[in-house]
């Protein structure tokens, strides 16, 4: 068994470096259109996988032989995916601009520059560098353009091309379910439904494991602004359900006790009937109006317990119904209600008219989310392939593109490529500063050069002559290493959502420097592990 340690100074700094360029190093290698893929041998088979994608890639590490540099790589290893996470892209940037932070904050920490000091330097250039990322921000519009950004976020042209339809027939704050089915094409299909945000009271109600997600067709709906605390009032709502011949149950509630809770989901792995609870995010009137709507969509009544309403109260007529009910963590999708139309054209007509006589923002911004619920519809995005394992690769790639486009869509896009980052470099080396905090900002200045000189090194092109030759074009030019010729980078669909591009640079930025500040490694006996990073 390994034995406790504890590492000081220099030591723990540059043990911990050569694990954090270790998976550095590894990553890069995808980043761009023609990066490289990556060979993993899973354990247990013959098989290797083959992977491009930077997050999933330092996730198969699960560690490295030496104590002191596993500890660097895990730090690594946690920026990375976290990135993925957050924004659905950016990884392999995020651990170029890691990388090269380091090396250059290590440089001048071993030529004796004060480290404290350097890091003055770098955070007030990062905060300049992602002003100027927001400043060259434009909007995120047209069919083309998102599919643009889809398909950098994913690299498959197929699906980004019909995320790019979806967005663009559905709006901005598009509702889009991904649905597996076997077959050799992709496809899209549009339903009448709406999003909420909010999501499942517990992950022991999911039903597809791998997605985590719950999926309910053709679902009895309960909408209460209610809590249920008694198992009999739960037994009681799943017994009718079943006595009319209906299959599954979503309950979109304020809360549940643990013991109604273990009724579904006891339910749940009998099989007896399938089902999921989620409670909404909103608050005060958006909640309440949000309770409506569903109710008015699904065809239900608006239960509230606040007006005199008993969860022991509650029947079948009370209940809607949907084709189909998709619950995540954050928000649910109701598919193909069954309310009446006449009912909603009223609730629309309705909201509008208040929305027309306010002038309170919060209010009006309130209002325009509830039309929302009557105006966006559902884009099913189809996924096609002949293997499981296929299916899940391509669906995983399908939610980070649209994760990456729901951000991109708030924020705007910037050129891809590496050529926002240069762009950034003259307002950087404007900064006022002298001494150990001056070498801090050019360190900065030296890193935004760094994505665009790796997919120019992955492309097998000279990265002095691409960023020389792309400076001197100007704002927003870059070398298209597909074409292989110089570009305005946006006008010809190389593009990067700008949350992302700060959000690389900042969190990049932000591990390498909490790596070349530590002082101090304390290696336990018996490690917690973990596959989540």
């Keep these: 068994m390994p034995k406790p340690d504890l590492i000081l100074g220099e030591e723990c700094r540059v043990s911990m470096l050569r694990g954090f360029n270790s998976i550095g190093r590894l990553v890069a290698l995808t980043l761009g259109p023609i990066g490289g893929h990556i060979g993993n041998q899973r354990e247990g088979t013959n098989e290797t996988e083959l992977l491009n994608d930077a997050a999933t890639i330092a996730r198969r590490v699960l560690q490295l032989p030496d104590r002191q540099e596993n500890a660097g790589a895990m730090m690594m290893r946690h920026i990375v995916w976290h990135m993925r996470n957050q924004v659905g892209d950016g990884s392999a940037t995020t651990a170029v601009i890691a990388q090269a932070t380091a090396r250059e904050m290590q440089k001048l920490i071993a030529a004796g520059a004060n480290a404290m000091i350097l890091r003055r330097g770098i955070e007030k250039a990062v905060d300049v560098a992602a002003r100027e990322l927001q400043r060259f921000a434009v909007p995120l519009k047209g069919e083309e353009r998102i599919a643009a950004v889809a398909t950098a976020a994913m690299g498959d042209a197929e699906i980004g091309k019909l995320l790019g339809e979806l967005y663009d027939v559905l709006g901005e704050n598009a509702a889009i379910v991904i649905e597996p089915y076997v077959a050799t094409y992709h496809d899209r299909a549009y339903h009448e439904g709406a999003r909420f945000r ?314 390498a420097v909490m790596l070349l500040t530590t002082d101090a490694l304390v290696l336990h006996r018996k490690p917690q592990e973990s596959f989540t990073p």
Excluded at 227 to 246: C, K, Y
Excluded at 298 to 321: F, M, N
Excluded at 489 to 501: L, P, Q, S, T, W
């Design 198 to 511: 909010g999501g499942y009271l517990s992950p022991y109600l999911i039903t597809d494991q791998e997605r985590r997600i719950a999926v309910l067709e053709d679902a009895y709906v309960l909408a209460g602004e209610m809590r249920f605390e008694t198992t009999e009032a739960i037994q009681s709502v799943l017994e009718q359900v079943v006595n009319a011949g209906g299959k599954t149950l979503f309950l979109a509630v304020r809360g549940m006790s643990d013991k109604a809770l273990s009724m579904l989901v006891a339910n749940n792995e009998r099989g007896v009937i399938k089902s999921c609870a989620a409670s909404l995010k909103p608050v005060g009137d958006e909640r309440r109006g949000t309770y409506e709507n569903m109710a008015l969509l699904t065809g239900a009544s608006v239960i509230d317990d606040k007006h005199g309403w008993s969860e022991h109260q509650v029947r079948l007529e009370h209940l809607g119904r949907a084709e189909r009910v998709t619950v995540t963590r954050d928000n649910f999708t109701i598919a193909g209600g069954q309310g009446d139309r006449a009912v909603l054209n009223e609730r629309r007509r309705e909201l509008r008219g208040k929305m027309r006589a306010s002038h309170d923002p919060e209010e009006r911004e309130m209002l325009r989310t509830l039309l929302s619920h009557f105006s966006g519809g559902i884009g099913e995005l189809r996924i096609g392939a002949l293997t499981s394992q296929e299916r899940k690769t391509l669906t995983e790639l399908a939610e980070q593109g649209i994760k990456t486009v729901d951000v991109a869509m708030e924020e705007g896009i910037v050129p891809g490529g590496g050529a926002a980052f240069l762009a950034c470099i003259p307002a950087v080396l404007d900064i006022e500063a002298t001494g150990d905090e001056r070498l801090g900002v050019e360190i900065v200045a030296r890193v935004l050069e760094e994505p665009m000189r790796r997919i120019a090194e992955n492309a097998s092109v000279h990265p002095p002559l691409v960023i020389a030759e792309s400076s001197r074009l100007g704002y927003g030019y870059g070398y298209d290493v597909k074409s292989e010729r110089y570009v305005d980078m946006i006008a010809n669909g190389i593009a990067d959502a700008a949350v992302v591009a700060k959000r690389a640079l900042q969190q990049g930025v932000s591990g």
